[in-house]
C-alpha cells in the first residue's frame, strides 16, 4: 500500500495514521514537534515558531506556539484513537540561523522554543525519546507513522534517523 | 500607542510601503552598480502580505537552498532586512566582483565577499530611507546563512509571529545584463515602526482612534 504524505507547513499540523508518513520541510527556529502512540500507531506533527501563547498579543492561530500547539495536536490525536498516556515525542528544529553578533532576544528564539516544548512536554509527561534540536543549520523532518523512525535530513550536516 | 493592524492595511498603505521599496532598494542596486561596474535593471517592488503557513514556499519548494544576509534594524525604526540571493545569482555576484568562478560551496573568502555585499546594498537601502523619513536607522553588522529557504524564512516570520498571523515584506528583485543575478530584499519593520514610517511620511493613519 503506497503511503501518503502529509505536508505540515509553518504554524500548522496534521495527524495521521498507519502507513501515513507526516512531513515539514526547512525547520529553521521553528520546532517540529512529533507525538506518537506505538500502540495504535497514530501519530501527530506539529510546527511551532514561538514558546508561549499567553506572552502574545495577537494569538489566534494556536498552532504558532507550543503550549497551545501541542494541546491540539493531542486534542485531534485522541479523536484518531491515540491513548495519552501512551504517547512518546521527538523533536527537532530550534536552530539559530543567523550568528548572535545580532540582537540576541531575536535570535536565541530556536533555543527558546526547544526549552518551552520541553516544559510543555514534561508538565504532561510525555517523554522524549529523540531530539536533534540546536545547531545553525535547517532541517527538513519526516515521521513514518508504521515504525515510529523520524528521518532528519540537513544540507551539509548529514541525514539520520532518530 | 496605536498600531497599525496587518490586517488592515489599505491600498495607500501599500502604496507607500512599496514606494519605500522602490527608492530604498534603487539606491542599493546602484551602490552595488558602481560596486561591480555594470548596469543593473530593477524591477518594479512588489509589496506581499502572505499567511504564515505559506512563508516557506516564497522561493518555490522550501528545502531550495539560497543564500540570506540578515540585518538588524535599530534606531527609530526597528525590525530587521533580509537580503537573499538563490546560488547561482551569489556565483555571479562573485564572479563580477572578484572575477572567480564559485563552487556551489562557497569558501571563507567568497561568504565573507557576500556579505559585505549585501552589507553595502542594506547600508544604501537604510541611508536613503532614512534621509527620506528623517528617521534614524542603522543596521547591524551582517550574518550569512546558506541553507534552507524555509529555515532561513523562519527567522523573519518567528518576528511577524509574534504580533500577527501574516507575514509583510516588500520583494525587489534586479537583473545584470551578462550574468542573471535575482535578488530580493525583505524590510520588516517592526508591527509599531509601521506607524511611525507612515507619520513620517505625512500619510495619514485611518486605523482606530484610541491613542
Not at chain 1, 508561549?52 to 498552532?63: A, E, F, M
Not at chain 1, 526549552?115 to 543549520?137: C, F, Q, S, W
Not at chain 2, 530580493?184 to 509599531?192: A, R, S, V
Request: charged share 25%; hydrophobic share 45%.
Amino acid at each position: 500500500m503506497e503511503s501518503k504524505i502529509l505536508r505540515v507547513g509553518m504554524a500548522d499540523a496534521k495527524v495521521t495514521k498507519s502507513p501515513g508518513i507526516l512531513t515539514t520541510i526547512g525547520l529553521g527556529s521553528c520546532v517540529g514537534i512529533v507525538l506518537y502512540d506505538p500502540i495504535a500507531k497514530v501519530a501527530g506533527l506539529v510546527h511551532i515558531m514561538l514558546p508561549y501563547s499567553n506572552k502574545i498579543s495577537d494569538n489566534s492561530n494556536k498552532l504558532k506556539f507550543a503550549d497551545t500547539g501541542i494541546e491540539i495536536l493531542i486534542e485531534e490525536m485522541l479523536k484518531e484513537g491515540a491513548n495519552p498516556k501512551r504517547l512518546i515525542s521527538k523533536l527537532a528544529g530550534g536552530a539559530q540561523m543567523f550568528s548572535s553578533k545580532i540582537n540576541s532576544d531575536i535570535m536565541n528564539i530556536g533555543e527558546r522554543n526547544v526549552i518551552a516544548t520541553k516544559e510543555v512536554l514534561k508538565k504532561l509527561g510525555i517523554p522524549i525519546v529523540a531530539e536533534d534540536t540546536g545547531g545553525n543549520y535547517g532541517r527538513t523532518i519526516e515521521f513514518y507513522s508504521e515504525d515510529g523512525r523520524l528521518l532528519v535530513k540537513t544540507i551539509g550536516h548529514g541525514v539520520k534517523y532518530i | 500607542m496605536r498600531n497599525v493592524d496587518i490586517n488592515r492595511l489599505n491600498e495607500i498603505y501599500l502604496d507607500v510601503l512599496k514606494e519605500l521599496g522602490n527608492i530604498g532598494a534603487g539606491n542599493a542596486i546602484t551602490a552595488l552598480s558602481t560596486m561591480i561596474g555594470k548596469k543593473v535593471d530593477m524591477k518594479v517592488p512588489t509589496v506581499k502580505i502572505l499567511e504564515l503557513v505559506e512563508v516557506p514556499d516564497i522561493f518555490g519548494s522550501p528545502d531550495t537552498v539560497i543564500v540570506g544576509i540578515y540585518f538588524g534594524l535599530d534606531g527609530d525604526v526597528k525590525g530587521n532586512i533580509l537580503f537573499t540571493l538563490d546560488l547561482d545569482s551569489a556565483s555571479s555576484l562573485i564572479w563580477n566582483l572578484m572575477g572567480i568562478e564559485a563552487k556551489e560551496e562557497f569558501d571563507e573568502l567568497e561568504k565573507s565577499a557576500l556579505e559585505e555585499i549585501g552589507n553595502i546594498m542594506a547600508g544604501s537601502y537604510v541611508a536613503s530611507l532614512s534621509t527620506l523619513t528623517s528617521l534614524n536607522m542603522k543596521i547591524s553588522p551582517p550574518a550569512l546563512s546558506i541553507d534552507m529557504a524555509g529555515a532561513i524564512l523562519s527567522v523573519p516570520a518567528i518576528q511577524y509571529g509574534e504580533i500577527s498571523d501574516k507575514i509583510l515584506f516588500i520583494e525587489t528583485q534586479f537583473v545584470e545584463g551578462e550574468r542573471l543575478i535575482r535578488g530580493d530584499f525583505f524590510l520588516i519593520p517592526d508591527i509599531n515602526s509601521f506607524d511611525l514610517i507612515l507619520k513620517a511620511l505625512g500619510v495619514e493613519v485611518n486605523g482606530e482612534q484610541n491613542s
